[in-house]
């Protein structure tokens, strides 16, 4: 996926599992009532169903896996 600084995904949820790992750019994760930041590096995992945002600080590219597979992706 590649992020432009102010992208945000408002909260929401899926049944799938989601992790991934940042590349490049800087971001805000917020999953439940808990708030990351996630650099250069940094990697993450969401539980499926898990209410979830996403706010992009700085422009960058990040690797999003989603099990089983997100139809609405392909």
């Given at each position: 996926m590649n992020y432009?600084?102010?992208n945000y995904a408002s909260p929401h949820q899926?049944?799938?599992?989601?992790?991934?790992?940042?590349?490049s750019g800087k971001?805000?994760?917020?999953v439940g009532d808990k708030k990351y930041?996630?650099?250069?590096?940094?990697?993450?995992?969401i539980p499926g169903s898990q209410i979830h945002s996403f706010?992009?600080?700085?422009?960058?590219?990040?690797?999003?896996?989603?099990t089983p597979?997100?139809?609405d992706y392909l």
């Open positions: 432009v600084a102010g899926h049944p799938n599992e989601q992790s991934g790992y940042v590349i971001y805000e994760l917020t930041e996630l650099n250069p590096g940094d990697a993450y995992a706010r992009v600080i700085e422009g960058g590219e990040v690797v999003d896996v989603f597979p997100r139809k």
